[in-house]
């Protein structure tokens, strides 16, 4: 297991715009600390568990006041009918467990796409993609179904149709105070459409939250790129937590799980395989980024409409 570590020093990358006093406002120990989780989840949810469990752990060890895991961190199954059959109500048995390791280690835990069978399970038989917070105490604070489902076919990387076992969310959710900062959730295939992300900043986030298992041949193309833009366009924290690696015989994952800042930088990457990475918040450089850059206020809805509607 490796753990990476990247001290962000935001004068390097051409941060000649902002004089080298602001982007340093902030002692780094005192900021909070977040930990980006990678897995290579199976159809093994046990054995998964275990694993996320490690590393959740080891984030606190480390300080981390809150933990993001990726997409199906609770499995990866191998076709839809076996999703089917593994997937659990939000009140079962796996998320208890979760439940349980977020009161043991103190810390938030973003739970970055949880197979749910929701409340409507027995009229339709498909399940939700759910990205469930807790916080510290064990306690659900927030929970957003998945609303862009992954139906495509890239050549080389194998069809994918989401859509077979899976139920779109009906509404985007409101941002969430967190020790970290206020946090907008999405997940994977949700990065490629900028209206969601600029609705979530609009509505207050500071970090957007993009859990992911990303593809073998979409990944090297477009995940860091994707990423990058979503933080530059939003001015906000992106942190997104990757499956990685081979699931079984018929899936495998990008993996480079990242934090990028609101300049656009990467200050954290996963190495290759399970592990996780640490990232500091700084909420003062976000809020002096945004007042010398202030690109929220120049936009102009008169001519293109509000490609974001802010949330109600």
Same mark, same amino acid.
């Given at each position: ?6 001290? +962000? ?10 004089? +080298?006093?602001?982007? *340093? ?28 469990? $490690? ?44 439940? %349980? ?23 339709? %038989?498909? *399940? ?34 989401? =859509? ?6 009906? =509404? ?29 900043? %609009? ?13 073998? *041949? ?14 530059? $366009? ?18 495998? =994952?990008? @993996? ?7 300049? @656009? ?9 399970? @592990?996780?990475?640490?990232?500091? *918040? ?29 949330? =109600?």
């Amino acid at each position: 297991m490796t753990f990476g570590l990247r001290k +962000r020093l935001s004068e390097e990358r051409g941060f000649s715009l902002m004089p +080298r006093a602001m982007a *340093i406002s902030s002692s780094s120990c005192e900021l909070p600390l977040v930990a980006v989780c990678q897995v290579t989840s199976t159809p093994d949810k046990q054995q998964n568990f275990k694993t996320c469990a $490690e590393l959740v752990r080891e984030a606190a060890r480390l300080g981390a006041c809150l933990a993001f895991l990726p997409e199906a961190f609770d499995f990866i199954a191998r076709d839809p009918a076996e999703t089917l059959h593994l997937s659990e109500p939000l009140g079962g048995k796996l998320l208890e467990e979760y439940t %349980q390791l977020a009161r043991e280690c103190g810390l938030w835990l973003s739970l970055g796409g949880f197979h749910e069978r929701g409340q409507d399970w027995e009229q339709t %038989q498909k *399940i939700y993609n759910c990205h469930v917070l807790l916080n510290s105490k064990g306690a659900v604070v927030a929970t957003y179904r998945k609303t862009h489902l992954c139906d495509v076919e890239i050549p080389g990387q194998g069809p994918m149709c989401e =859509s077979n076992s899976t139920m779109p969310g009906p =509404s985007l959710e409101s941002p969430v105070s967190t020790p970290a900062g206020k946090i907008g959730l999405a997940v994977c295939y949700g990065m490629r459409f900028p209206e969601l992300s600029l609705a979530l900043a %609009q509505a207050g986030a500071e970090i957007l939250t993009y859990p992911s298992a990303f593809g073998s *041949i979409t990944g090297p193309a477009h995940w860091e790129v994707l990423l990058r833009a979503r933080a530059i $366009e939003t001015q906000c924290y992106v942190v997104a937590a990757a499956q990685c690696g081979r699931h079984h015989e018929k899936r495998a =994952s990008y @993996g480079h799980s990242m934090v990028v800042d609101p300049w @656009g930088t990467v200050v954290a990457r996963c190495s290759e395989g399970p @592990g996780l990475c640490l990232a500091r *918040i700084d909420l003062n450089y976000l809020r002096q980024l945004r007042r010398h850059l202030p690109v929220f206020q120049h936009r102009r809805p008169d001519l293109y409409g509000n490609l974001g509607h802010p949330l =109600s």
